[in-house]
């Protein structure tokens, strides 16, 4: 027990010297991007409902809302870890910061899917707060705690290529960054996506259909 609580006590401080502003940045960006994406889809509805369908369509493909409740809550999990690994590695690529622009994806998608249901006499705030945000309260949190460990990876890689090139800039430790990344994984993001992934499967859909009713 001392040893876990050692671990986390070195990521929260390791949080608030290296993640936090990135962190209510990237947040502050994500709420925004959604905001925009909401206005525009809300003046194109069709849009929104073709955007849904085919995100609908993509996961019935890869098996989602099958019958097995526990099998669904488990590949809802392994998809949302391998994305939410898939945008702390794409930092390795420098200059890009491909993490936002994956983040701005999913702000796109819950755009759409608020406007798609507004198409259905359900508010906005309805549907946020019972179709989206109690397994939102989790997976948003995640997936920006993965975003900000891939902008501070992309960072790192950026400056030491403008380093290799004989500009001065201060140097961030790569090895030590995704030394850092693999303890957050495990002891934050990991735990965030296991509780999103059971709201997601076991009470989002009972709200959901309620408020369809």
Do not use: D
């Not at 493909?61 to 019958?67: L, R, T």
């Not at 499967?201 to 009713?213: C, G, Q, S, V, W």
């Amino acid at each position: 027990m001392s040893f876990l609580l050692s671990r986390y006590s070195e990521e929260w401080n390791y949080f608030k010297a290296k993640l936090r502003f990135r962190l209510l940045l990237i947040a502050a960006i994500f709420l925004m991007s959604t905001i925009l994406f909401y206005i525009w889809f809300s003046q194109h509805p069709q849009t929104a409902l073709k955007v849904i369908k085919y995100v609908a369509e993509q996961l019935r493909s890869k098996g989602f809302y099958g019958p097995n409740e526990f099998n669904n809550c488990l590949k809802i999990f392994v998809h949302n870890a391998i994305a939410n690994l898939l945008i702390g590695i794409s930092g390795i690529i420098p200059f890009l910061f491909i993490p936002i622009w994956m983040l701005l994806v999913s702000g796109n998608i819950l755009g759409a899917a608020v406007a798609a249901l507004q198409t259905k006499g359900i508010s906005a705030l309805q549907a946020i707060f019972l179709a989206v945000l109690p397994h939102a309260i989790f997976e948003l949190p995640a997936t920006f705690y993965s975003t900000s460990i891939g902008i501070l990876i992309c960072a790192a890689c950026s400056r030491k290529l403008i380093r290799k090139q004989g500009m001065e800039t201060r140097s961030l430790s790569i090895p030590k960054i995704l030394k850092n990344a693999v303890r957050s994984y495990v002891l934050i993001i990991g735990p965030l996506l296991v509780l999103a992934a059971v709201v997601e499967t076991f009470i989002t859909p009972l709200l959901a259909k309620a408020l369809i009713r």
